[in-house]
């Protein structure tokens, strides 16, 4: 680094910390203006630590590690907390504007040569601080993706040692990995020796969702339970024939009732179908 480029840094950490309350509420007056939301006191505090961090690493040979930490854990939080990737950013480049009104009071050369210098800094910060964002939001859309998958596939207990399945929506790899590990720990909690796996749910029938009822299916009979099929609508029992979709000898039902009544028989339980007359008598009078 040439010596005038030595003298503006030094003018920059002079600055920084003889107009250390006027920069940092100026600052934080920005970065408020452009969060539009969330509890100022949360956010002086972290603009707090982070222009400490900032100090610091001047006296530490410009190491920025402790920096970049305070700042991957605020775009965390703020992809957690609903902040849009520019808010997140501006928060961060709101410091040069905030520090330019001492540059530009100072007045002196080395103010405005360190002032480059101090710019290129937080614009490196800045994108660090997107990029770190854009890892965490891509985090948090993975998890939400996942809950959403346990939420729509519940594993429901019929009957003493029957269990269902009802599905809806699309099968595809990733939900019959979910349905197979939750089929599987419901039937190990409960000691269960039959499923139902209900598709009418299911908009469509083809040979990928095919292998992915069977690969459930067979998972289902290594831990000793036989699984029925329901909800075969004619439309879908139509494409299973066209494809040449075979199940085997997997037993498939039309409608659920049919499937849990299968499912009682199996388990040895009987039951009778009775039907009640109701006889309707008009009085006279």
């Known amino acids: 680094m040439s010596v005038s480029a030595e003298a503006g840094r030094r003018r920059i ?27 100022r006191g949360d956010l002086t505090g972290q603009l707090r630590e982070i222009y400490q961090a900032l100090k610091q690493s001047f006296t530490d040979s410009g190491d920025l590690s402790d920096l970049r930490g305070l700042l991957a854990e605020l775009s965390r939080s703020r992809a957690r907390h609903g902040f849009s990737p520019s808010e997140t ?4 480049f709101g410091l040069k504007e905030a520090l330019y009104e001492s540059v530009e009071a100072d007045g002196s050369p080395e103010a ?23 890892v965490a939001r891509e985090k948090v859309i993975i998890d939400q993706a996942e809950q959403l998958l346990e939420l729509s596939t519940p594993v429901v207990k019929l009957w003493e040692g029957i269990v269902a399945v009802p599905l ?16 599987l720990q419901t039937l190990v909690d409960t000691g269960s020796e039959h499923a139902v796996i209900d598709i009418t749910g299911v908009p469509a029938v ?3 969702v095919a ?73 006279e009078r």
């Open 89 to 92: 950013a501006v928060m961060v």
């Open 112 to 134: 405005l040569r360190g002032f480059i210098w101090f710019s290129r800094i937080i614009d490196d910060l800045g994108l660090f601080t997107i990029e770190s964002y854009a």
């Open 206 to 208: 083809d040979t990928q």
């Open 13 to 39: 950490e002079e600055l920084l910390q003889e107009h250390q309350e006027r920069v940092f509420k100026r600052w934080l007056q920005l970065a408020a203006s452009s969060a539009g939301h969330g509890d």
């Open 211 to 283: 292998q992915h009822l069977l690969k459930t299916v067979v998972a289902a009979r290594l831990m000793g339970a036989e699984c029925v099929i329901s909800g075969i609508r004619p439309q879908i029992a139509h494409t299973i024939v066209t494809l040449g979709i075979e199940f085997g000898d997997i037993v498939t039902k039309a409608s659920l009732a049919d499937a849990l009544a299968h499912a009682l028989r199996e388990s040895g339980v009987d039951f009778v179908r009775r039907r009640t007359h109701v006889a309707v008598r008009t009085e």
């Open 168 to 183: 809806v929506g699309t099968l595809d790899s990733a939900r019959t990995q979910v349905v197979m590990e939750k089929l």
